[in-house]
Structures are given as C-alpha cells and as structure tokens.
C-alpha cells in the first residue's frame, strides 16, 4: 500500500521560514514525478511545486518562484519544501503528490488528475 506521509508544518510569522517533508512508503519514488499542492479553506487545491524524478527539472507556480524551493532525496524517498520569506496568503494545507505515470521530464505538472496518490496534507499558517 502505497502511503505519502507529509510532515514540517506549523505556526510561522511572516518572513519566516518552514521545511516540509513528504516520506514515501510502499513503494519506491525515484522514477516518479513528485509535486506539492496546497489548499486554503474554500478554495481549490492548487500547484505550487513539483520535480523530475532525478531533480534535473523543477516547477513552480509564479506566486513562490524565488521563495520556495523542492527537492528529493530518492535513498530516503523522501521529498522536501524548504519555503522562506513566508506570507499570510500562502496559509493552507500543503498536499505532497506523486505520479507513478510521468517521470517529470515532459508532464502536464499543474494537473491535478496527472498524479496518483496523495498525502493527508500539513498544515501551514503564516501570520501578519
């Protein structure tokens, strides 16, 4: 059984700085595309971020390009969400994503039904 466990999130000022882990469990990540998503109360789960399988390419939505950064670590199966310079709108539930069908070299990124499974989401609350 295939298991995302998403873990870092918290009660931040803003400016401040989290690191999300998303750990892999069931199956092994390193030839899957993985992405992170998150969802503000009423409204939709959106794209933030997602990576290749060996990290060659990375994708971010404009709204944290410059502030967050993912990466992987495939020995660990195991991806991360460093996000720094924090602000009140990025406050939501953060999803970790995987596609066990694209690699992330050529994908529809920001699409919602390109990807698999999914985590139970973190929660990330960034104050003024």
């Known amino acids: 059984q295939v298991r995302l466990v998403e873990s870092g999130g918290g009660l931040v000022q803003a400016g401040g700085s989290l690191r999300l882990s998303c750990a892999a469990s069931?199956?092994?990540?390193?030839?899957?595309?993985m992405g992170w998503f998150r969802q503000a109360p009423g409204k939709e789960r959106w794209f933030v971020t997602a990576i290749s399988w060996n990290g060659a390419r990375t994708y971010y939505a404009d709204s944290v390009k410059g502030r967050f950064t993912i990466s992987r670590d495939n020995a660990k199966n195991t991806v991360y969400l460093q996000m720094n310079s924090l602000k009140p709108e990025d406050t939501a539930v953060y999803f970790c994503?995987?596609?066990?069908?694209?690699?992330?070299?050529?994908?529809?990124?920001?699409?919602?039904?390109?990807?698999?499974?999914w985590g139970q989401g973190t929660q990330v609350t960034v104050s003024s």
């Open positions: 069931g199956r092994t990540i390193s030839s899957d595309a």
């Open positions: 994503a995987e596609s066990t069908r694209y690699s992330g070299d050529a994908y529809s990124e920001r699409d919602r039904s390109n990807y698999d499974y």
